[in-house]
């Protein structure tokens, strides 16, 4: 047995064969979306971060996203990111996910960038301060006790 599937015209084997649909069966199984590693949309990333962020896909941002996205297709890794969205974990890059859209910072071939101050959800998190240079209100707004 020579590991061959034996068409002239394809020269599969049976390697190439299972490495062709692993990816589909196992996007089958998990429910999410199959992506290619050379074209990783910027809805699939917006999907892959709401459930990495345990919210829904409405409350991110698409121009955000699409930064970040810009920056994973800078530094080589839309391969690591389609892999990751296909259900095999990547824990540092789950990780990179998430700090970015907490701090609204993520990496680029040229460094680290803002992509966010503003809308970076870490001002979510922290409910009791807002980012700073935005006005509470009026002044003297602080000194009333807020409402109930």
């Known amino acids: 047995m020579t590991g061959r599937i034996d068409h002239p015209a394809h020269g599969l084997t049976r390697r190439r064969l299972l490495a062709l ?40 941002d698409a121009d955000i ?17 389609s892999l990751l969205a296909g259900g095999t974990g990547d824990k540092a890059l789950e990780e990179e996910i998430i700090t970015a859209w907490y701090s609204g910072v993520h990496r680029t071939a040229q460094g680290e960038e803002v992509a966010t101050y503003a809308d970076a959800l870490i001002w979510n ?10 006005c509470g209100g009026d002044t003297g707004y602080w000194s009333e006790p807020p409402s109930a």
């Open 65 to 81: 996203a699409a930064r970040y996205l810009a920056g994973f297709e800078q530094t080589g890794r839309l391969q690591a990111l």
């Open 21 to 60: 649909s692993g990816g589909s069966a196992l996007a089958l199984l998990t429910g999410l979306p199959s992506l290619a590693a050379e074209g990783v949309s910027e809805d699939d990333f917006v999907k892959l971060s709401a459930r990495l962020l345990e919210t829904d896909a409405s409350s991110l």
């Open 125 to 134: 998190a922290l409910d009791y301060t807002k980012p700073q240079g935005w």
